[in-house]
Nanobody
Framework: QVQLVESGGGLVQAGGSLRLSCAAA????????MGWLRQAPGKEREFVAA????????VYADSVKGRFTISRHNAKNSVYLQMNSLKPEDTAVYYC?????????????????WGQGTQVTVSS
């Protein structure tokens, strides 16, 4: 059984930083494309960032470009999201996702495995 477990969410003031972690169990993700997506209350789930299996060519949503950084450590079977200069509009549940496709994918439909999410709340 594949499990993706997110951690690192919490409450932070605007301008602050958080680092999300996602640890995979039951599956080696070293060949998987990995992504972070988020869902705010009353809104659809949206793409945040994705990274290919080898860590090259990460892609970001325009809303987070220059503030968020996605990275991975295949030996630790983990992926991370460093979030800086946080804004109240970044408030959402953040989900880690894995796809058997090797590239960085932006569409939620292309992801095969999902974590349960971690709440990020940014106060103004």
């Amino acid at each position: 059984q594949v499990q993706l477990v997110e951690s690192g969410g919490g409450l932070v003031q605007a301008g602050g930083s958080l680092r999300l972690s996602c640890a995979a169990a039951g599956r080696t993700i070293s060949s998987d494309g990995m992504g972070w997506l988020r869902q705010a209350p009353g809104k659809e789930r949206e793409f945040v960032a994705a990274i290919s299996w080898n860590g090259c060519s990460p892609v970001y949503a325009d809303s987070v470009k220059g503030r968020f950084t996605i990275s991975r450590h295949n030996a630790k079977n983990s992926v991370y999201l460093q979030m800086n200069s946080l804004k109240p509009e970044d408030t959402a549940v953040y989900y880690c996702a894995a796809t058997a496709l090797t590239g960085a994918r932006m569409s939620s439909r292309e992801y095969d495995y999902w974590g349960q999410g971690t709440q990020v709340t940014v106060s103004s």
